[in-house]
Structure formats: C-alpha cells, structure tokens
C-alpha cells in the first residue's frame, strides 16, 4: 500500500473526524474506494472505535432507484444505525461519475424527499467526506491516475494546523466586518461587482477538522453565510451541475435574489436550480477558496471550491454554523457552489478595505 | 449481465428470504460480490424494500482486528442496525479465502466474543447466506471461473419446493427418533462410531428458505441439534477453518464433551476452536446433507455441508430452531462444521434402524 493512503487515513481519523476509543464510526465506501478503506478501518482498530462500514455503490442505488415505483420509504434499521453512530466518515472515489446518469429527476427528488430524517441524523453526527484517487475521478479530472494521486494527497497531506492560523485571520475580518464586495475585470472591463452583507453572520474557518465545523477533507476555505446581494457576478470556472456541464454563468442580484441570469454552456441546468424553490434564488454561501494546494480545477467541487485565488457562492441552503444561535436561515433543498478565478484583476473588499487583491491576501504581507 | 445472476437475486429475495414491501433490509456485500449486490437490491427496489448495503470486506477486517488492541466493543450503531432490520442477506464472494490467515487466534476469539449480541441480533431477523461466485472460490474449489460458476448455479436454482418435499421424510425420521448413530468403516476396520441423543429437538427441513427455518442458499440438508455424544468420529472431508488448512480430523466426546482430538493437517486451528469456550468442545449440530446438485467437495462450508452422501456435526453454538421453544441450548461464540463422507462403507441409524446405508437413504428405495 502507498503509504500515502495511510496518511490520508490518519488525517482523517485524528485531525478531521477526531476519532476517540469505542466511538461508534461508519465508513461509508465508494466502489473504488476499498484501498483507502482498508487503512482507515486500520487506523480506527487502532483507536479502538466500533465500525460498520456500508457500501456506497452508485451502480447499486442505480439499480435499485430505477427498479423501485418511486414511492419510497426510509427504514427504521438505517435510521438508527446514523442516530447511535458518533462519527460517519465518507469515502468517496467510484468507477464512474455519470453512474447514475440514466436516473431520472423526479425519481432522485422522491428518493432525496424521503431521507430527509436519515440525513438530518447522518450531518447531527462529526461526519467528515473526503475522496479516494481513483481512474474515474482522475478521468473527470483529465489526469492521468499517478497524476492525478500526486494532486489528491498534495490537497489532503497538508499542515492544517498552519493553515487553520492563516485562515483565522480571514475569518476574524469577515467576523468583523459588515458588508463584503467583489470586483473582478476582464479584458480590461469591470465584470463582477457585487455586495453583500455579513452583519451578524459567524465565518466557519473550514480547516478540514469537526473541531472547526469543518466536514470536508481536504478543506482549505473560510466560508460564511451573506444575505442582502446586490449586483453582478460571473463565475468563469466551469462546472457540473447535476449531471451537466456548466460554464460562464453570470447572475443578477437585487435585494438578496436573482432577477437575471445567463451562462455561456447549461443554461438549463442554472434554471433548473434557481426553479428549485425561494431559497435556490438567494446565496447561501460565500466562499473564500484559501488550499493552495489545490492547484487547479478538476470538476470535483470537493477541491475546486477549496482551491487558492478562488471565491465560490453558492444558491441555496446556508449552513447552521454561519448563523446566529437559533436562527434558520436559507432552508432551501439545494446548494449549489459556482467558482470565480481572482488570480489577477480581482479585489476582495470588506467594509471599503481590500483584503485580496489578484489572489494574495492583505495578511499574507 | 448473466442472467443466472438476476435468477440467484430472484431466489434468494423471493424463495429464500421472502421479502415483503416496506421490509427493512440489510445487505451484506463480500468484496467479490459487486455483481450479485446490484442484482440483490435491484429486485429489492423492484419489491419495495428498504435497504442498506454494508460493505463486508475480509481485508478491511484483517486490518481492523491486527490494529485493534484486543479489548473489543461492540457498536450501539451496529446492533441499532439489525435490532431494526427485518431482513440480513449476506452475500460472500471474496477475492482471497486466506484474507485473515494472520489474525491469531486469540484475537478472533475476543473478537467474536464481543459481537454475541450483535449475532444474536442478526439471526433474530430472516437471515440468508448465500454467495457470489468469485475466482477466489473458484481456486479454492480447484476449478476454472467458468466451471464453478456452472457449479454455483446448479446448486442454487434448484426446484426447492420438490427437494423440501423429500427432506420432509428424513426430518419425520429424526423427530420421531432418539437416538443417532453413525457407523463408517475404513480400510476395513472400524472408523466413525458415534452416538448421540436427539429426544425432545426438532430437525430442520433446510430448503433454503427462512420459511423453513433455513437460512442459507444453497441448503438442502435436515439438521437437528444433538446432545449426549459418545464415542468416537472421524472427518474426511478437507476443509479450511479460519483460513487454515484442515484434514482428517477425528474427536473423541464423553458425556457430549470433546476429550480428545487430532488433525492428519491443522491440528492447531481445531485447539483454537475448542478453546473457545465451553459450547465449542460440545456438538450445536448434526447435518444430513441431501442436496444432489452438489456434486463434489469445493472446500466451502455453504456447499459441502449440504452435498448429498456426507454428514456433518459442528461444534459450539446451535439453532434455536431445533430446541423446544425458549428453551436455549448451546450457545457457544463459535459454529465450525466439519463432515465425514458416507457414500461407502456407512451406516446411519435413528432407534437401531438403518436410515442411511452407503449413502443410500431407506425411502429412496
């Protein structure tokens, strides 16, 4: 075994999901992802926690969704198997990314519909996803596999700790400031300027570990939950939205909500979102990508959100710990994360002060 | 896909263990069994189950039990899962048959010791064990992929319904008997002499099918749970015990209790087996197998117990099926099956009768 994915297991036993003796874990394993399975479950012998590990085939939920009537239920046995574990740790990593291609819409939405309590019970837990190197993302990538090993553990073996200090100072001016704007050009023209508010709001220093709200690995970025957006934002780096390839897309906010859009690929795709419910047509998130060992974009939102000299926002559902205690904020049953490039004719302004400009960030001196 | 796949689905879901809508099913998948899974929950969405597949991979345990320092739990998650299924089907099929030939022991044994509850949770659903045919047990059957595929589906699409009705003669023998003897002979000298009481228990029609109390697939044998065993036995039939290789082993009982023992091969995994516990020195079962698909020995319990012309006893833990009901008999941590060959130079006998002579049963004429 690479003992890389040893490394990777560690991280995401110790630092990540901070795994204690006879903690109830599941490991969730992706077809392609036994490798990496192996050395986690090694790791949690170790730690002497309790493990289940289910076994998340797309070409088995394919099967199964296409063969069900569509009336689905949630069983009390997978309920309760989420509602006793501490920890869930996903190992993502198939053989194909479009699996489930040939499922339609309708059915995924009655499927999703349905575990609705079996998700809530999975996220109450100090879940953590991460993703294995396999030929099938390494493919989506357009890397060959050795290749595409070396940028997976170059974004998942990083010292977090060092990070989490970098990003603590991204997260202490959010915190502090009110109102967020972008400005990027192109061509020499203004292109993105939009602002927001963040008054009120708690930055997450997403710094891949549960102790930080954190639940990706790799993470690598300071996200918040904004409202109030006003103005224009292009997103350049493309994307796949549900099966769909995605690029060029520029929104228009006014009063927190999306009166027009357009993209130069998938536009459909941007509609179907937006026609999803209220909340798909207001941000739920704005990211600030600081993992520069993310290196470039590999159509795997898991790293290009994380990606150095990238901001994302995403349409819809905010996460909990951006608001304040108690508060609900965008409930909507999407979140859909689009990226822009600020490498270079960008600013990142808090408050009237720039905080990045063309990728490097005021802190970073 | 070769259809005999979706057939083996069709069996075990329908026949077997008689899934209904709205069951709570899990599935247990071996490393090798990706294609019968898909199979297995495809015809499960079909009937409207709900399912979770767990990932049952004997290299994922190895490393788990060599990491772990010995002192095992036992997940909540883990026994929350089948106190709430109605259904466990587990599908073997794995890549190595030797995957934990380097767990000792002891380990293995406090290992099983902590999962009692979680067994016997297990075993109160309607479970089925059936498996997938994989090159690993093709190798260990001494047989091309091709050839044991043939071999599998031969064993398992069967005409159930006519095999239950012949098992039914010979388990009316057993539960109106009292007493078992198995005579063999061997090179003209006696070799297997062996008694053992069978007042007051109930065979089991094992026709692969939980409503007949039986629990794997392929089955096709009628077995009831002995008590009182004297004298001396002798197996034949090679076999593998926890990743061992075992030959020729012959024990000796007084008053039910094994006190004596010795191997031709792999004496020590038959001293691990006994060392158990107290149950694992006793017998939990006594087999008549009378599935005549099953042709030759393919060192895989799940058929070679089942083959027509062999009987089998295994020490340690019985079915509760066979004792009177709320009744709890043996209830050792271990059930390892070892059989003796009765084509020739054999007699079975229930009461002083002959029931079974060189293979032949007295109501086949």
Redo the contacts between chains.
């Keep these: 075994m690479d003992e890389r994915v040893r490394e990777h297991a560690e991280v995401l036993v110790d630092w990540s999901a901070r795994v204690e003796p ?1 903690d ?3 490991v969730g ?1 992706a ?1 392609g992802a ?1 490798e990496l ?3 986690v ?6 730690v ?1 926690a ?8 797309a ?3 394919r ?7 569509g ?1 689905f ?14 920890v869930v740790l996903r190992l993502g990593g198939g053989r194909n990314t479009t699996a489930l291609a040939d499922v339609d819409g309708d059915t995924r939405g009655a499927y999703s519909r349905a575990r609705t309590d079996l998700r809530e019970a999975r996220m109450a837990t100090d879940w953590v996803s991460t993703v294995h190197p396999t030929r099938s993302l390494a493919q989506q990538a357009g890397m060959a596999l050795e290749e595409y090993r070396e940028f997976v553990y170059d974004a998942v073996l990083r010292d977090w700790e060092a990070l989490a200090e970098r990003m603590a100072e991204m997260k202490a001016i959010l915190d502090e400031g009110s109102e967020v704007r972008l400005v990027t050009e192109r061509d020499g023209r203004p292109d993105t300027d939009v602002t927001m508010s963040v008054d009120g709001r708690t930055a997450v220093n997403s710094a891949a570990s549960v102790a930080y709200d954190s639940h990706n690995l790799p993470s690598g970025e300071v996200f918040t939950a904004p409202y109030g957006t006003e103005g224009e934002v292009f997103f350049d780096v493309p994307m796949t939205i549900n099966s769909t390839r995605v690029r060029g897309v520029r929104l228009t906010f006014e009063d927190g909500e999306v009166v027009d859009y357009a993209a130069e690929q998938g536009a459909a795709a941007v509609e179907d979102v937006l026609g999803t419910d209220a909340g798909a047509r207001r941000l739920g998130e704005l990211g600030i990508g600081m993992n520069r060992g993310i290196d470039r974009v590999t159509d795997n939102i898991l790293f290009d959100e994380k990606m150095g000299d990238t901001v994302h926002m995403a349409l819809g559902r905010a996460y909990d710990a951006n608001l304040p205690e108690g508060e609900s904020g965008n409930d909507s049953a999407v979140h859909v994360d689009m990226i822009t490039d600020v490498s270079a004719d960008s600013r990142l302004e808090v408050d009237g002060e720039v905080v990045q400009r063309d990728g490097t960030f005021r802190f970073e001196g």
């Design positions: 006879g109830d874990v599941v394993v077809e036994h399975a192996v050395a479950v090694e790791k949690l012998g170790d002497g309790n493990v289940v590990t289910t076994y998340d085939s070409e088995a939920s099967a199964y969704l296409r063969a069900h009537d009336d239920g949630a069983g009390d046995h997978e309920l309760a198997l989420y509602e006793h574990a501490d």
